[in-house]
């Protein structure tokens, strides 16, 4: 129990924080410490030793910068500049965070009830918002301030009036992808109301995309602020804000730049700050890119510069891998989840690859190919082999172009890996056409070849449909035409049968077994079910915690397992006419008793 605890422990230490992912974004962090280099100046403003902002010294005016008493030089009324603009950036920052702030709790609330309610609550809520975005925002903001009256919270409320749309817009489209989700259907079905639900179930789920939003609008809002004070609309004489400041020195930009330079460049480092903090900070609420599922993969799987490469054992096996480990990067560490695995499979041979979930099955077999997602995968030591061939070492382009043709995959939804837009007929037309050259013609009667020999009937229909209008048994024998379009070498299919019902189960194993026979085509198959392995595989690898753990026939295996974790892993098998003594047998084995059940 305590190894457990340490174990978990130190897995949740190796996970980036909020902080750590933050900060590994370097121009976040840039951002992040520029903004707080500035909230700390202004914050602290009045207690600074600077001038009066407002007091004039006709006598002091257009004074250079670095001049004595002035470090930012003076304006052409006298007044110190650096004080003008640490009161400025004060006034502008407020004023722009309070406009965010407005125009996403307005926002948000008409995005979310729209989106929840539907309709024709939602048609009227949104008319509404689209007659706002009908007019050019800055327009709109300019006849708002001149109905209200000059004034900077005028031009506040003009801001956030006119940002309103882009919170409403967002938070729908949000809104109406999660108000029918199963888990907001069962709320409904346990009685909460509808504010309950908006509040527990909606805004959860929300928020992140609020927060975003807000992040990354913020700088926006303030520039546009200082564009209306720019205009004399906003801050008003003797007020100074970045805008007005920046305005009042047009007049001296040739005499005297610096005037209206510096204000400028303040707008500019807040706003830059702002928007690649708000990069960060949408990298740091969506939980999966601690994992680097959404980093950008590149096209082959990272592979160690300086990894060991064992020598090809078995020459004459189709598929062989000497020593493969593949790791995933948490932060600075490397967490390895195929250690040491040395397989290999000969022609017309099927292998069995079985383990919990979990264990790395689909770690190695993607790794055969470069299919692991870089970043943060990386292969950090081993060698595989397609013949002779060592796969690792080849150039990208040829590794790609080996994909579908040397090596194809069954993977196991088809629902996820077929594309929804296209009809399956084509799309096995676009697995042919991608290594073979072929007229259209020609491709689409071979298209309709291998759907009719995977067992689809009516292939030449079928053929039109699109994913969605087949059942799951349909689509995986549309998956297996795919990787059968150009005859590879391997064939690796990873737990195909698992979210399929068992009279299905049992035709498309038998489809599989035909088709590795009669092409003589390695198969390695991928599952966690020894009732699966008897079925299909002449020799079977055990897996466990990304070793593995036994390796031999699928009858040795089956009737003399020598790995305590193999014998479990039979006995989870259910046999028919055992009834409660099942139970008892598996109990047994799980706490390392012999097994006495007849």
Not at 218 to 234: C, R, V
Not at 387 to 394: F, R
Request: proline share 6%.
């Amino acid at each position: 129990m305590s190894a457990l605890a340490e174990t978990t422990a130190a897995e949740a230490g190796a996970r980036l924080t909020s902080w750590q992912l933050l900060l590994n974004n370097r121009l976040a962090t840039a951002g992040l410490v520029l903004l707080a280099l500035i909230g700390l100046l202004v914050m602290f403003v009045p207690l600074l030793p600077l001038p009066d902002p407002d007091a004039t010294a006709p006598a002091m005016r257009l004074k250079p910068v670095l001049e004595a008493g002035h470090l930012l030089g003076t304006d052409q009324l006298g007044r110190d500049i650096l004080s003008r603009l640490l009161w400025g950036t004060r006034v502008s920052i407020a004023v722009g965070f309070a406009a965010t702030l407005i125009a996403a709790i307005v926002g948000s609330v008409i995005g979310i009830v729209a989106g929840y309610a539907g309709g024709r609550t939602d048609n009227v809520m949104m008319r509404g918002i689209d007659m706002l975005m009908a007019f050019p925002y800055i327009l709109l903001a300019l006849a708002i301030v001149a109905a209200l009256g000059p004034g900077l919270m005028n031009a506040l409320y003009a801001i956030a009036v006119v940002n309103i749309p882009f919170f409403a817009r967002n938070v729908r489209g949000v809104t109406l992808g999660y108000a029918h989700r199963e888990f907001v259907d069962a709320a409904r079905l346990s009685g909460k109301g509808h504010l309950s639900i908006l509040l527990s179930e909606i805004l959860p789920n929300v928020l992140p995309v609020i927060v975003i939003t807000m992040s990354t609008t913020a700088g926006w809002m303030i520039l546009e602020t200082a564009g209306l004070s720019f205009l004399g609309l906003g801050a008003q004489p003797p007020q100074a804000d970045l805008g007005s400041m920046l305005g009042e020195g047009r007049a001296q930009l040739f005499t005297a730049p610096h005037v209206s330079i510096v204000p400028g460049v303040m707008i500019f480092l807040i706003v830059i700050s702002l928007n690649v903090l708000g990069d960060g900070i949408r990298d740091v609420l969506d939980p999966r890119l601690r994992s680097g599922a959404l980093a950008r993969p590149g096209p082959v799987t990272e592979v160690a510069s300086d990894r060991s490469r064992p020598a090809n054992d078995t020459p004459e096996a189709s598929l062989s891998i000497e020593g493969l480990e593949t790791g995933f990067r948490r932060g600075r560490k490397t967490e390895l989840a195929v250690r040491g695995v040395s397989l290999h499979v000969e022609p017309g041979e099927c292998l069995g690859l079985i383990g919990e979930s979990g264990s790395g099955k689909s770690v190695a077999a993607l790794s055969i190919m470069g299919l692991v997602a870089s970043p943060p995968g990386v292969i950090t030591n081993g060698a595989i082999y397609l013949g002779n061939e060592e796969v690792l070492a080849l150039p990208q382009t040829k590794l790609i172009a080996s994909r579908g043709r040397r090596v194809a995959y069954v993977f196991q939804d088809p629902l996820t890996t077929l594309h929804p837009m296209y009809p399956v007929g084509r799309q096995v037309e676009e697995a042919i056409s991608a290594h073979q050259r072929t007229g259209a013609a020609d491709c689409r009667k071979k298209a309709v070849e291998l759907l009719d020999k995977v067992g689809i009937p009516d292939a030449r229909e079928r053929a039109a449909h699109y994913p969605h209008q087949l059942s799951g048994g349909q689509r995986q024998r549309v998956g297996i035409a795919m990787a059968l379009a150009n005859d590879p070498d391997v064939i690796v299919a990873d737990e195909p049968t698992t979210a399929l019902d068992v009279t299905v189960q049992a035709r498309i194993l038998e489809l599989l077994r035909n088709l590795q026979r009669e092409r003589g085509m390695a198969l390695l198959f991928i599952t966690h079910d020894f009732g699966v392995v008897s079925e299909i595989c002449d020799r079977v690898a055990v897996m466990k915690d990304g070793e593995i753990v036994e390796t031999g026939s699928t009858g040795e295996i089956l009737t003399d397992p020598q790995h305590p974790y193999t014998k479990r892993l039979i006995a989870c098998v259910p046999e028919l006419g055992t009834g409660e003594r099942f139970l008892d047998r598996v109990a047994g084995i799980f706490a390392g008793r012999r097994e006495v059940v007849p």
